[in-house]
DNA sequence: ATATGTGCAAATTCTTTGCATTAGA
DNA sequence: TCTAATGCAAAGAATTTGCACATAT
């Protein structure tokens, strides 16, 4: 017999002590966006969040206040894929990753490494305090080309 | 191979031609953008490149269409530094850089290399094609630390 | 001559803010 | 209790669009 089980989401249990630890109130609208986002991966804009909350548990301005909020205490982390609409993913530790978006499909795929470290470590080496960065990373994907070939070939060909 | 053509302002001149190449005009208010982003270097916000144009020659909205049809031929290139505003840069042909920005004074350094080159070939494989990236690095740096200190360091120190 | 670019005004989109009310700790 | 969090409405900021007019090629 399993004695106590690991929670079911650790991840979402984790998340919510990190929340009291920096007394900052566990809510209901928070506590939803977290199950989400503890779930489900790849970023989401905010948007998406909210229409992943079941209608009525909270308005889209809380999605937005919760989300600054835990971004402040780097419960959840920021990215932009300079579409006009930031974009939110839960933060798993210092484990850094980056995504190769799709420019057609918006498809994310996430690369669970990172090569980026050395260039904090350099502009550590300049002075700089507090370091971090953004990386991303675009493409079309296999899909996308596909689709493309499929429907106006490499040669659009314009009557003369 | 054409013959050599005089580098006058090299970096405009060719800037200009790469727009008659693609068959876009060039027009006055395209001319002053390309001045300034070639001459002055960092990445603008559009606000900022308006600005700096002679009051008259032309709309903001002008600015944001002419940078709009630069980027796509790649004449210029979009920088996120994650404050609500897209900066641009003169793409000086793919030699690639990248930027260590103060979180507090705004000011920009310029690193005259790139690690992701790896991570786009890494792309490729996948099977993306035509990949590009960003990476942009967040700091304080050095005189903001010192300014932060002097202003109220960890320690107020309380005299007596 | 004619497609391309521009100005002006208004619309869109994403995000933030003010303030009265609710609800965690 | 008592401060932090929320809802609603409205403001704000950056960017885009529509359409008549101007202009580069």
């Known amino acids: 017999m399993p004695p106590s089980h690991p929670p079911a989401n650790s991840s979402l249990e984790s998340a919510l002590q ?3 630890d920096h007394q900052a109130r566990v809510t209901e609208p928070r506590r939803a966006i977290l199950t989400i986002l503890t779930s489900e991966h790849g970023p989401f804009t905010v948007e998406e969040i909210y229409q992943r909350i079941e209608k009525g548990v909270c308005d889209l301005v809380t999605v937005y206040r919760s989300l600054a909020a835990m971004e402040e205490i780097n419960l ?3 990215c932009d894929f300079g579409d006009g609409a930031y974009r939110y993913e839960f933060n798993t530790g210092d484990h850094h990753h980056h ?6 499909c918006r498809s994310v ?3 669970d490494f990172c090569v980026a470290d050395s260039l904090e470590r350099m502009a550590r080496q300049l002075g700089y305090e507090n370091v971090t960065h953004t990386l991303e990373i675009f493409g079309v994907c296999v899909n996308c080309q596909k689709k493309a070939a499929r429907a106006g070939g490499p040669n659009p060909a314009v009557p003369g």
Chains 1, 2 share one sequence.
Do not use: E, G, S
């Open 18 to 20: 990190t929340l009291r």
């Open 76 to 78: 959840v982390r920021r």
């Open 99 to 104: 995504h190769i978006i799709c420019r057609t």
């Open 109 to 111: 795929k996430t690369l």
